[in-house]
């Protein structure tokens, strides 16, 4: 099925065409809702209010950009709703308390992507939020400030202690190896 037939049969409630629809995106958009979330049952939770929305919404799709595109705002939107019903995004670490965070032995030298979000993962949701938001949904500081309901300073404060912390993880499970190397991954955020 072509993306305008699955439009065309969830705006007439076909469900063939609901379940072609969740088939083709749960698997990405489950990805995107994992790095806001605290546990999978967690992102679990975030994709299927997600998804709920964007069938209730499915009139709203204006093909202007693309459906997966229009399906991963409402997503992100999804997880930062609930993010901030429970409250959870106002918590706060200081830098000092990252060397704190409890690593687990035995990690290969071998940086995989798989590594990077389980250390994303061990932010502070207020960190780890604004960092997915910045440099992998490319929201400006603007946006997040007004999505989260912060300051666009605040925003950019939590970015940058984001970062420190997020080196610090990465050096304290050994994926990077000194702080004062610049590696491509630090780079691109």
């Not at 997503?75 to 687990?104: G, M, P, Q």
């Not at 990690?107 to 992507?113: H, K, L, Y």
């Not at 080196?167 to 499970?173: A, D, G, N, P, S």
């Amino acid at each position: 099925m072509t993306d305008d037939l699955i439009l065309a049969g969830c705006l007439r409630n076909d469900p063939v065409a609901q379940r072609e629809l969740y088939n083709r995106f749960s698997p990405k958009m489950l990805t995107v809702c994992y790095r806001f979330a605290q546990s999978r049952e967690d992102a679990e939770d975030m994709l299927q209010e997600g998804f709920i929305k964007v069938f209730t919404q499915m009139h709203t799709f204006q093909n202007k950009g693309s459906f997966e595109g229009w399906i991963r705002r409402i997503i992100v939107h999804t997880c930062i709703n609930v993010l901030k019903r429970n409250k959870r995004f106002n918590e706060s670490v200081d830098l000092e308390l990252a060397e704190e965070t409890h690593t687990r032995e035995n990690i290969p030298s071998i940086m995989q992507a798989k590594q990077v979000v389980e250390c994303i993962r061990l932010l502070p949701v207020g960190y780890r939020t604004v960092l997915n938001l910045y440099a992998i949904e490319g929201y400006s500081h603007k946006e997040i400030g007004d999505m989260l309901d912060i300051g666009e300073s605040t925003s950019r404060s939590q970015y940058t202690r984001a970062k420190a912390m997020l080196e610090q993880v990465l050096i304290r499970k050994r994926i990077i190896e000194k702080p004062e190397l610049k590696t491509e991954l630090l780079a691109a955020f």
